[in-house]
């Protein structure tokens, strides 16, 4: 057992677990709709245990006889009925709130329900659920919300995540889709992809897309890749029936809710590609009002609900320490495991003509000028000759991760873009001399011949493996 | 190990205090913290049997459901602690307790000496020398009440008659099967409860409209008052002026068979004897036959009815009658009276005609002489039963409540309409009898008296045969108890109204918030997913507590987990998701194959050895203790889940995988090494970091 930092601060001089839980476990009453929110450092965990009462974690049900274990995580424990709290651990801040959004984010999921009711009794596709905000707004904890709701109503939306800032069942830097049946790990953001073992959570089958930069309005890989993920959610709908019924919920990036002179030409993107019937426009007036004033005048056919939902008070900025040291703890979960669910990795060496890399052409230097208002999709369409540069590895790439795709290295640059991803591989050391590169990779086994992309985001994550 | 074992008692202890009633939810409850904390069964089991023998009386019984529910759902080690004391526990209760009561009580231990329902476990729940104890207990108990009645003058009392056979129970979950419940069943059963409350017929005072109609006088005179030959005269009086008629209009069908049915009718009245209380119905029917103004055209053809018809014609007959006309009659009573005892010799092999009817009266008052016995009818098991019995009764009523009111127009459309459907074939008769097999026992018991016409008439309306009040509202369709249990618990489409606006949203709307908890009452306490309260819902939660056992594998840490590949484009676009809860079905390539192998490989056991190196040796796979526990095949204490080999002792699945390098074992006994809590290994957890 390694103490971990900062539990042990008062206590110097290692002692059972047991009893350095039972001095700092304290309980907490709640009243009727109203939250505990909590913000826990990487360095701290916090526990919590429902004592009496009910309560939910970002509308998933805390169980009654479980505790849960939080450590970098800002979240809030809210209740419907009131409840009593056994908190043990110390949070970086935590106060009780009982002004939240969660009647009106409740009826959101009602108001949906409403349209799931219709598509299974008409056989229409259920709801297509698109939510965008600035951020920081609670894009995320919206979305899980409204898809804990729907998975306790006993459906299985499709949740579609957008926001390559911040991974959905897979890494930073990915673009996921991913049917929910079961409920959302509370410990472990959304829970896990699967393993070859048991997971005391079901696992989700995600599809992951590689998209490689941290924000959708650079390059020209956003696009494309919304309108591939579009394609497969459209076709998975097709005929699974329940997630049809159910429809799906897709979380942005801030991002794209900037907008440019009231021009969101990613949200415009998306709406169209998925179909989006529901808008949920979370704190920003002017960014509702201007998709508003767009889309209350669409033909009934395609209609699209526009609706403002108030940003919750316990919203926190997240700066960008605390974000990255959220990608890496992702990207640590994706190799090792989260919590209890320790993997175990595996570590091979492969020469660098094994390696088939293909990095992402730096799209930053010309960020400003790709896509100013007025460069229509033809533009990103046509040019695809020069989306990847073969890249040889060279010490450069240490540290790095490697998006492992479905693709041939020899399949064209457009197929390698849409092809989803297998996996992801860490590169642990690079030995220039000799021309081997030491990896890290989720399953034994050789380092498959597939076209392998590299781009600039997630960062680098030293010292993953030491 | 002390403290916990303390703290896990007192929280069971609490949450005991609470249960005052036989509550589903609780002691679900209460087994899953039992089934949860098999490591402290000792201190659960103590408090448990302290908390029987302390409270009070009433609440004995809903606490000796836990222990059935716990004994049933998680076995052992509770078997063990609690079969040691259960005498006492059982028969220190059982003394107590008033009558009804220990009937219950009885029906519990019927349940012990036999298997868990749907177990594959064909052991008894408690070992039969425990409950053989218990029963021979109970024999001398009956015997001396039975003396003491007899000097008492009281032998009409026989509460002590042995508890009524009840059917092996067909569910696992349940604390206790309700059919032999007698009060409880009634009254706090929640599944029960569920299905009779929309009906609204409990207790029997809860059906005032039908018994207030003015034109069921019958029920109060005394049963002998019919005579007989009057009756033969008024009746052959009938039949003249109905053959009249008919000469009149011999194409009329409907006077036809009408006519036909008096001379059945006639024939029974001369070759048998009927009980009073038919012969009084059957003199009231045709009391009410003969008065009408049109006497030529006016009868009444009971006999064209054909009971079963499945092509009902209620909903355009229903008009013709004013509400205040008679809701219950002859027909009814005739039509829903209990399966045949005495075979008639009535040639109604081809119309369904009045002795058809008679026929299936037999013992008709007494089919339903308790509310205990009225019980069984509700059951979902039965849920079919109803459809096909809810169409015939407005049927059959309808004719007999023409006399009362009709006009002779009316009358013969209604008859029109009869012989129309008469025309169809009718479903054979004792359908719908199949479907209540456990009212048949019954139909021979206890003897006639005026009050069981009500309960008749109470159990004819739960089960929605009668309409549920005097306008014989046609139209109310025949509701099986299954779509009444979905409106129930359903929680989908009953009253969303949430516009999809900005302003909808910022509208408090609390009542909704029911549809996420109150609507599924059943929690897992592992991960908090929440069930129906349903028998469905129930089976869903027992494979999803089943999927945690097995995902709970403490082997699985040994073996190098490690993350899987994302599956592909077009691999995810095929992919269906597996709910755990569902029952298995080989979708997305995955097969159940591996449970039946492993069921035997855990069922394996070695006696415990007596050599004491041995026993207190790990297994050297997995290096965890084995449990003893008391095995009552072997009639010894034996280790579950373990094999020999070369003089030392392996767990069966760890051989089983060490030797064959087997693909993912499910969980050996969970009762032994599954049972920790999650609390605990979070606790565990959090400290571990990972020492790569």
Same mark, same amino acid.
């Given at each position: ?7 042990? #601060? ?47 974690? &970002? ?47 409740? !009826? ?53 995540? #957008? ?16 049917? &929910? ?161 320790? #993997? ?26 790709? =896509? ?95 | ?88 526990? &059982? ?92 009060? =409880? ?49 008024? #009746? ?46 059957? +003199? ?13 055209? +006016? ?47 009535? @040639? ?22 308790? @509310? ?37 127009? !009316? ?71 299954? @779509? ?23 509208? @408090?709307? &609390? ?19 929440? =069930? ?93 203790? =084995? ?66």
């Amino acid at each position: 057992m390694i103490s971990l930092p900062g539990l042990h #601060l008062s206590n110097p001089t290692p002692e059972p677990p047991s009893t350095a839980e039972s001095i700092v476990t304290r309980t907490q009453d709640l009243l009727a709709c109203s939250e505990y929110r909590f913000e826990v450092p990487f360095t701290r965990t916090l526990t919590i245990r429902l004592l009496t009462g009910t309560a939910e974690f &970002f509308g998933t049900e805390l169980a009654p006889s479980s505790t849960y274990t939080f450590t970098g995580t800002k979240g809030a424990v809210y209740t419907w009925r009131g409840c009593k709290l056994e908190i043990g651990g110390l949070a970086e801040s935590e106060y009780t709130s009982e002004e939240t959004q969660m009647m009106s984010y409740a !009826n959101a999921h009602f108001a949906l329900e409403k349209l799931r009711e219709r598509s299974v009794q008409t056989g229409e596709l259920g709801p297509r659920i698109l939510v965008v905000g600035p951020e920081n707004a609670g894009k995320t904890s919206v979305v899980k919300i409204l898809t804990s709701y729907a998975v306790k109503a006993g459906r299985q939306p499709v949740v579609v995540n #957008l926001d390559p800032r911040q991974g959905m069942l897979s890494v930073p830097g990915s673009v996921t889709a991913a049917a &929910f049946s079961s409920i959302i790990d509370i410990e472990d953001s959304w829970g896990s992809s699967p393993i070859s073992g048991p997971s005391p959570v079901p696992v989700k089958m995600p599809l992951v897309y590689h998209y490689g930069i941290a924000n959708p309005d650079e390059g020209s890989l956003f696009r494309p890749l919304v309108t591939r993920m579009a394609l497969a959610v459209t076709s998975r709908l097709e005929d699974d029936k329940p997630s049809r019924q159910a429809g799906f919920i897709i979380d942005t990036s801030g991002a794209i809710s900037h907008g440019k002179g009231g021009v969101y030409e990613n949200i415009d993107h998306i709406i169209s590609e998925f179909s989006v019937n529901v808008l949920f426009v979370l704190g920003s007036e002017r960014l509702y009002s201007d998709l508003a004033r767009k889309y209350s005048n669409r033909p009934t056919e395609e209609a699209v609900s526009v609706v403002r939902l108030d940003k919750s008070g316990g919203c926190v900025d997240r700066d960008e320490a605390y974000m990255k040291q959220l990608r890496q703890a992702q990207i640590r979960a994706y190799f090792f495991g989260h919590g209890e669910n320790t #993997l175990g990795p595996h570590s091979h060496m492969a020469d660098y003509d094994e390696l088939n890399i293909f990095r992402i052409v730096d799209a930053a230097s010309d960020a400003n000028s790709s =896509f100013r208002p007025g460069n229509d999709d033809d533009d990103v369409y046509g040019s695809t000759n020069n989306i990847y540069t073969k890249a040889t590895p060279s010490p450069m790439i240490q540290n790095s991760l490697l998006a492992v795709t479905t693709a041939a290295a020899t399949d064209s640059q457009e197929v390698i873009r849409d092809s989803s991803v297998r996996g992801y591989i860490y590169v642990a050391d690079v030995d220039d001399v000799k021309k081997k590169v030491r990896l890290l990779s989720p399953q034994p086994g050789q380092t498959p011949s597939n076209a392998i992309i590299l781009g600039s985001f997630p960062e680098d994550v030293p010292g993953l493996v030491s | 190990m002390s403290q916990p074992s303390a703290e896990v008692a007192a929280d069971f202890k609490d949450a005991l205090q609470d249960l005052k009633i036989n509550s589903r939810p609780e002691i679900s409850n209460l087994t899953l913290i039992a089934k949860e904390n098999t490591e402290y069964a000792q201190a659960i089991s103590r408090e448990l049997e302290n908390h029987i023998r302390t409270t009070r009386p009433e609440w004995k019984l809903p606490a000796l459901y836990v222990l059935d529910s716990i004994v049933k759902n998680v076995g052992t080690p509770y078997t063990v602690y609690l079969g040691r004391n259960l005498y006492r526990t &059982f028969m220190d209760a059982y003394t107590l307790m008033d009558p009804a009561t220990r009937k219950a009580m009885e029906g519990l231990l019927k349940t012990w000496k036999q298997p868990v329902p749907e177990s594959m476990d064909m052991r008894p729940v408690f070992s039969p020398e425990v409950t053989r104890d218990i029963e021979n207990a109970l024999i001398k108990f009956r015997t001396i009440a039975v003396q003491q009645q007899a000097l008492s003058q009281k032998p009409g009392i026989q509460h002590n008659m042995p508890a009524r056979p009840m059917p092996s129970v067909p569910w696992r979950n349940t604390p206790t099967p309700p059919q032999n419940a007698t009060r =409880f069943a009634a009254a706090n059963d929640p599944r029960l409860r569920q299905v009779t409350l929309p009906y609204g017929q409990y207790p029997p005072s809860a059906t005032p409209q039908i018994q207030s109609q003015p034109s069921i006088s019958f029920y109060p005179q005394p049963p002998q008052a019919i005579d007989v030959e009057g009756l033969k005269a008024s #009746l052959s009086k009938l039949i003249t002026s109905t053959q009249a008629a008919w000469a009149l209009s011999p194409v009329d069908v409907a006077i036809q068979q009408k006519l036909k049915a008096l001379l059945d009718l006639q024939m029974i009245l001369n070759t048998q004897t009927l009980p009073p209380e038919q012969l009084k119905a059957a +003199a009231d029917q045709i009391q009410a036959m003969s008065p009408p103004p049109a006497p030529a055209t +006016a009868f009444t053809p009971p006999a064209s009815i054909p009971p079963p018809v499945i092509a009902s014609p209620q909903q355009n007959t229903s008009p013709l009658f004013p509400p205040s006309s008679t809701a219950v009659n002859i027909g009814q009573i005739l039509a829903n009276a209990r399966p045949p005892v005495p075979p008639s010799p009535a @040639p109604a092999a081809t119309t369904p005609s009045l002795a058809d009817m008679l026929r299936r009266v037999s013992s008709p008052m007494n089919s339903s002489s308790t @509310p205990a016995s009225v019980a069984p009818f509700y059951p979902p098991p039965f849920s079919a039963a109803p459809l096909p019995m809810a169409i015939p009764v407005p049927t059959a009523q309808s004719p007999a409540l023409a006399p009362a009111s009709a006009t002779t127009v !009316n009358l013969a459309q209604l008859l029109g309409q009869f012989s129309k459907s008469a025309a169809t074939p009718m479903a054979p008769v004792p359908q719908p009898h199949s479907s209540f097999p456990q009212s048949q026992p019954q139909s021979s018991a206890a003897p006639l008296s005026t009050g069981d016409v009500k309960w008749l008439l109470n159990a004819l309306k739960a089960q929605n045969l009668l309409p549920p009040g005097p306008p014989m509202s046609a139209q109310a369709t025949p509701l099986s108890s299954e @779509p009444m249990t979905r409106q129930v618990s359903a929680n989908t489409g009953v009253h969303t109204d949430v516009d999809l606006t900005t302003a909808s949203m910022k509208q @408090p709307r &609390f009542h909704l918030i029911t549809k996420l908890y109150e609507a599924y009452p059943n929690i897992c306490a592992t991960c908090g997913r929440r =069930f129906e309260s349903s028998l469905e819902g129930k089976e869903r939660k027992a494979r999803h507590m089943d999927w945690h056992f097995k995902v709970k594998d403490p082997d699985v840490a040994k073996r190098g987990i490690h993350r899987s590949w994302y599956i592909s484009e077009k691999e995810w676009i095929e992919y269906r998701e597996v709910d755990e809860a569902s029952p298995e079905q080989a979708v997305n390539g995955v097969t159940s194959a591996t449970a039946a192998p492993k069921k035997e490989t855990k069922d394996r056991y070695v006696p415990v050895p007596t050599d004491a190196a041995l026993v207190h040796a790990p297994c050297p796979i997995c290096q965890e203790k =084995f449990e003893p526990q008391w095995l009552v095949e072997a009639n010894d204490f034996v280790w579950m889940d373990a094999v020999k080999v070369n003089g030392k002792v392996y767990h069966a699945t760890c051989w089983e995988e060490y030797s064959k390098g087997s693909s993912l074992a499910a969980p050996s006994t969970p009762d032994s090494v599954l049972g920790k809590r999650k609390a605990e290994d979070s606790i565990g957890s959090g400290k571990k970091v990972r020492a790569y």
